[in-house]
């Protein structure tokens, strides 16, 4: 790869901008100040820059804690999306929330720029199962319990696939959900049917990948690539 390239990638800048800071003597390769924007360079090689070392990302996978009353989806003329949380950061990528939340709902977005991982964790043949905190406006009971095990039939006659339903035993207004499936508001659809309403929805896994405790609403960070492995693992399952 070009040296330039390689330097944009990495830097998130334009390949003009690239090209100027190698002219300045700001990049490094193998020791060396490098002004050459066309010379090629490998994995093997070292560049730095500011004395720290550069990595060219083909993709990006970040872990997103997504507040309330923004919107799952990559723009929007009229409302703030998940994207525009981390755009000053990956100007030239083009992010997308792998999977959605309600707009009223938090918690676990999963943004990235590899659509083929995206696929693979939505498709529904292998569809990763995805964990929610929820509060409801009645107590849970045992029969919905066993009905999630069966599959909830929605008011449209939709089946949906068996799930799980976990109440708090000091709270029976707070329960687990871990889904199989992604159907529009299908929590939300599947308690109704029930007779229950949901007041609170927070995703806090992907697959294996749990929501970062340490993240606050609208804070992110990147994806280990233990956890981009556990999710690919996840899906092959």
């Known amino acids: 790869m070009r040296l330039d390239k390689y330097v944009a990638q990495a830097l998130q800048l334009s390949r003009s901008e690239a090209r100027s800071k190698i002219l300045r003597g700001g990049i490094w390769v193998n020791g060396q100040v490098c002004k050459k924007a066309d010379t090629n360079v490998t994995d093997k090689d070292e560049i730095t820059s500011g004395g720290e070392s550069l990595s060219q990302t083909q993709f990006v996978y970040l872990m997103l804690y997504k507040p309330e009353g923004v919107v799952s989806a990559s723009n929007d003329k009229r409302q703030v999306t998940v994207v525009d949380l981390v755009k000053s950061h990956f100007p030239r990528r083009n992010l997308f929330p792998a999977g959605r939340l309600d707009k009223t709902s938090t918690g676990f977005v999963l943004l990235t720029d590899d659509g083929a991982f995206a696929h693979q964790i939505l498709a529904p043949r292998r569809h990763v199962p995805k964990t929610?905190?929820?509060e409801l406006d009645t107590p849970a009971t045992q029969q919905m319990v066993e009905a999630f095990e069966k599959g909830?039939?929605?008011?449209?006659?939709?089946?949906?696939k068996p799930a799980q339903l976990v109440i708090q035993q000091d709270d029976p207004h707070q329960v687990e959900v871990v889904l199989h499936q992604g159907v529009y508001h299908q929590i939300k659809r599947m308690f109704g049917v029930l007779g229950a309403g949901v007041n609170r929805l927070h995703r806090t896994a992907i697959g294996p990948v749990e929501l970062d405790t340490g993240l606050q609403p609208g804070e992110?960070?990147?994806l280990t690539p233990q956890e981009v492995e556990q999710l690919r693992e996840s899906c092959q399952m």
């Open 152 to 160: 909830v039939t929605l008011a449209d006659g939709q089946t949906m």
């Open 220 to 222: 992110w960070r990147a």
């Open 132 to 134: 929610y905190q929820v």
